[in-house]
């Protein structure tokens, strides 16, 4: 499975940007897909997941801003994200899922076989 993180880029705080990752090399309706982000000189985070099925789960600090969804057609998984805040600043990177079975710890990275690179955004006071 290969991903492709785009979208992201230099915003003001409280703007918004749609980020998006294309999957290619498997059926994209079997995978379950997670955002994660990595801020400068902190450890990798998770942010939001979306299951096969279109379960979805959030990190409670954004779960109010950051709505993630999936269009199988477009082999794609987008991570919307609102009302942005300095903090929020980091490189944001998708993940899928193969495993057979349900998704039942969205937020652990060990969940997830596949990683893309990923996008930049950064939010500016």
């Known amino acids: 499975v290969q991903l492709q993180a785009s979208g992201g880029g230099l915003v003001q705080a409280g703007g918004s940007l749609r980020l998006s990752c294309a999957a290619s090399?498997?059926?994209?309706?079997?995978?379950?897909m997670g955002w994660f982000r990595q801020a400068p000189g902190k450890e990798r985070a998770y942010v939001a997941a979306?299951?096969?099925?279109?379960?979805?789960y959030y990190e409670d600090s954004v779960k109010e801003r950051f709505t993630i969804s999936r269009d199988n057609a477009k082999n794609t998984v987008y991570l919307q994200v609102n009302n942005l805040k300095p903090e929020d600043t980091a490189v944001y990177s998708c993940?899928?899922?193969?495993?057979?079975?349900?998704?039942?710890?969205?937020?652990?990275?060990?969940?997830?076989?596949?990683w893309g690179r990923g996008t930049l955004v950064t939010v500016s006071s």
């Open positions: 090399g498997r059926a994209f309706r079997t995978l379950d």
């Open positions: 993940a899928a899922r193969t495993a057979y079975g349900l998704l039942s710890q969205p937020s652990q990275p060990s969940e997830y076989d596949y």
């Open positions: 979306i299951s096969r099925y279109g379960s979805t």
